[in-house]
């Protein structure tokens, strides 16, 4: 069993920076695959990034070269920064844990089996 607490999120102008944390709890933190998803306001979840428990990540089109995931095994620590916020980026953040690692090209379509309860980021001037 693994859970997982969102913190980092809030308001900030067009143009600035967030830095989201998931802190896990449980075992075997290291060997999971982790990941980012967000909603929009009357929108379904959708995925932003994700990070194998060896490496290799993957991110959302709209996100790339501005959204960086990385990871803290010691500290059970997800993260994601966020640079150059838009409107756009306006959601509810949840972050994921699954066991074991899909293949690189699959891992922006994986399932998870625990999910965080969400940190708002609200982007607006």
């Known amino acids: 069993q693994v859970q997982l607490v969102e913190s980092g999120g809030g308001w900030v102008q067009p143009g600035g920076s967030l830095r989201l944390s998931c802190a896990a709890s449980g075992r075997d933190f290291s060997t999971y695959t982790l990941g980012w998803h967000r909603q929009a306001p009357g929108k379904e979840r959708e995925f932003v990034a994700a990070?194998?428990?060896?490496?290799?990540?993957a991110s959302a089109d709209s996100v790339k070269g501005r959204f960086t995931i990385s990871r803290d095994n010691a500290k059970k620590t997800l993260y994601l920064q966020m640079n150059n916020l838009k409107p756009e980026d306006t959601g509810i953040y949840f972050c994921?844990?699954?066991?074991?690692?899909?293949?690189?090209?699959?891992?922006?379509?994986?399932?998870?089996?625990?999910w965080g309860q969400g940190t708002q980021v609200t982007v607006s001037s």
């Open positions: 990070i194998r428990h060896r490496g290799g990540t």
């Open positions: 994921a844990a699954r066991a074991g690692s899909p293949i690189l090209s699959a891992l922006a379509g994986t399932t998870y089996d625990y």
